[in-house]
């Protein structure tokens, strides 16, 4: 299986909006080159996803696990992650646990596209006006500590 580049994205279009509880939705998925997941028009929890997403990686950076699974919120759909060698991941796109698309990636590119991702989305939720939430707080934490993390 040959090396892909997956990147998550995140848009501030129209879809973007954030609920009275203070929950942050929007245009979402993954870009896996030649396809996407879910769907180039897929809406969900952007800041919970990030979130999740970010963590898992850093957990299988530290070593502190081979595997993880990140939901989306809405819909049955995850992406699960495992080791594959050195620097390298498994990614698997599951639609009610059955597996829709799988590649390979670079570990230190998925984690560089992440923070990147989550970089993004702070800076969208601050010019809304949308950075007292407690979902933010935590990716600004991720965030801060991703960076940290990176090679200089």
């Not at 997956?6 to 993954?30: P, Y």
């Amino acid at each position: 299986m040959e090396m892909t580049i997956v990147r998550l994205l995140i848009f501030d279009d129209g879809l973007l909006s954030r609920s009275q509880s203070g929950t942050v939705w929007g245009r979402i998925f993954f870009d896996l080159g030649t396809t996407s997941f879910p769907d180039v028009g897929w809406s969900d929890l952007v800041i919970v996803v990030t979130n999740a997403w970010i963590e898992g990686l850093f957990q299988i950076t530290a070593g502190t696990t081979k595997t993880m699974k990140v939901f989306f919120m809405d819909g049955p759909l995850a992406v699960n992650a495992s080791t594959a060698g050195p620097g390298l991941v498994k990614l698997d796109f599951l639609h009610k646990d059955r597996i829709k698309h799988s590649v390979i990636a670079r570990l230190d590119e998925l984690v560089k596209d992440a923070i990147s991702a989550g970089e993004n989305l702070l800076s969208i939720c601050r010019q809304h006006g949308w950075s007292a939430d407690p979902d933010y707080a935590r990716l600004l934490t991720n965030v801060e500590g991703g960076i940290k993390s990176l090679p200089v």
